[in-house]
């Protein structure tokens, strides 16, 4: 196999057994047709699977092609190195930086040429609707549809650079991080990839939304505070607040308290600081650090100073002296 990979902390398979990579890619990916076409069949697949999104890194050595049948997947593919082409719904286009956003209402063929390279972003298409609508305030049975116009080549640029970002972090810290972070780099991924690609509520998405009042901002900070080792749930937020989670963003930030993410990492900071003021023969920095989803350690430690005044190590040091 080629040098180039990623996500190697995720292995799905590794193999020149084209009969094992099939029965692989058909359990785990759910595809319906695999052909090898020359003798130097090797292929590696790495696959890190978050709530509802997967990150897929696929090598192949040898030429291959692979199908997949009508699904609840979206699907986008991001070329690392070679050539590959895709055709759905009877039009075939060359898979370059990156695809356009292939829905699972028709069936997807796929050809490999030999040292083909990519990563494959997966998203269930229900999960990104409900985060959408979450987003918009609406409540109706509209299903969400992708546009196969041309996207913004610079939307796009950034969208790949936070796939591939993800990809390292995921493969240095991710089965380290708490459902928190997870859960929040996942968001995150998401509602990039709402906003760079045209759909039939991008310009409910892109409106300015309407304005709701302070009553709204405390009901949103008493939810946070009682569930701040949770996922940040938007859906759950703009129920309890009766607007869009757009209105609660808006509030947010019109009333100087940044937004519902920020909030919650100072509620974070604050409940880590407790943490690490009654620790046990267990507690670290670190493990705080992931428990209240902080994914990266040094900017756990700056925010923490600028929070409590003193950085995480010293509170632990402290609590640890006074026992």
Partial sequence: MGAVSYLDRYPLLRSRDSEFARE???SVYGADRFDTHDNAFGMQANLARLNSIGLAFCAYDGAASLSFPESHILRQFFSIRGAAQLTTDGNSQSIEAWSPMISGDSRLDLDFAPGYRQLVVRMDAGALERLLKSLVGDDSDTKLRF????????????VRQEVFRLAEELERFGQNYSSIAIAELERALMVRILLAHRHNFSDRLQR???SASRTVIDLVESYIEAHWDEPLDLERIAEIANVSARTVFREF??????SPGQFARRVRLHRAAELLRRPDEQTSVLAVAFKCGFRNLGRFASEYRRAIGELPSDTLKNARRRQ
Wanted: proline share 8%; no cysteine; glycine share 8%.
């Fill in 147 to 158: 546009d196969a116009s041309e996207v913004d080549p610079a939307a796009m640029t950034h």
């Fill in 253 to 258: 930030s019109d009333a100087g308290r940044g």
């Fill in 24 to 26: 692989r890619l058909f």
């Fill in 208 to 210: 300015s939304a309407p």
